[in-house]
């Protein structure tokens, strides 16, 4: 990553108000904390991480992103990512997707897909520099009519 010293790990209770503090900046239609909360400790195919910044001369650690993605025998699904809008486009996206993608394969995972809001360029770009590419569309897909782009990556 370009600027920061940081760590994936999964996400825990104490995780909770800063995860939600970064889906309600990113999101119209946020996760609530009773989603992640069966996310984290109740669903059985859902991996949760978080990314944390650290700064050891400042004794310092924070939550800056986190990754809900499934895993359900060889296709694994992308749920939600978000960094938080302070530090987005700095690197912090790539080092989680980086990680889903290794665990993928590390579990024999052979595509890796996901849906995005036709709207999301930065998104769509995002995902296309990891390897993602338009599979179609799924029309109104969203609770405001706005379609999906479904995207997959062959996980090699
Ligand atoms: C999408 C998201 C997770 C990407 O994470 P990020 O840390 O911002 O992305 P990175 O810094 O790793 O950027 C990688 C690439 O993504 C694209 N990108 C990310 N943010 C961008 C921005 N603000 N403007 C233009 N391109 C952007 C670029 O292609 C960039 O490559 P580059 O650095 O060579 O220009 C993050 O921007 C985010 O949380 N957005 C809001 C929530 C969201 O839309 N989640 C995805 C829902 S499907």
């Given at each position: 990553?370009?600027?920061?010293?940081?760590?994936?790990?999964?996400?825990?209770?104490?995780?909770?108000?800063?995860?939600?503090?970064?889906?309600?900046?990113?999101?119209?239609?946020?996760?609530?904390?009773?989603?992640?909360?069966?996310?984290?400790?109740?669903?059985?195919?859902?991996?949760?991480?978080?990314?944390?910044?650290?700064?050891?001369s400042?004794?310092?650690?924070?939550?800056?992103?986190?990754?809900?993605?499934?895993?359900?025998?060889?296709?694994?699904?992308?749920?939600?990512?978000?960094?938080?809008?302070?530090?987005?486009h700095?690197?912090?996206?790539?080092?989680?997707?980086?990680?889903?993608?290794?665990?993928?394969?590390?579990?024999?995972?052979?595509?890796?897909?996901?849906?995005v809001?036709?709207?999301?360029?930065?998104?769509?770009?995002?995902?296309?520099?990891?390897?993602?590419?338009?599979?179609?569309?799924?029309?109104?897909?969203?609770?405001?009519?706005?379609?999906?782009?479904?995207?997959?990556?062959?996980?090699?």
């Open positions: 990553m370009k600027y920061l010293d940081v760590e994936i790990r999964d996400m825990t209770d104490s995780d909770l108000p800063m995860v939600m503090e970064i889906e309600n900046l990113c999101f119209k239609h946020p996760y609530k904390e009773k989603d992640l909360i069966y996310e984290m400790h109740e669903n059985p195919v859902s991996n949760v991480w978080v990314i944390e910044y650290s700064n050891a400042l004794g310092l650690k924070t939550v800056v992103g986190f990754v809900d993605y499934w895993v359900t025998f060889d296709s694994g699904t992308i749920c939600q990512i978000a960094v938080h809008p302070d530090i987005q700095s690197g912090v996206g790539s080092e989680l997707l980086k990680e889903v993608i290794k665990d993928a394969k590390a579990k024999k995972v052979k595509t890796l897909t996901l849906e809001r036709e709207s999301n360029l930065n998104a769509i770009n995002f995902y296309e520099k990891h390897g993602f590419v338009i599979s179609h569309k799924k029309p109104a897909y969203y609770s405001n009519g706005e379609d999906a782009i479904y995207m997959i990556l062959e996980v090699k």
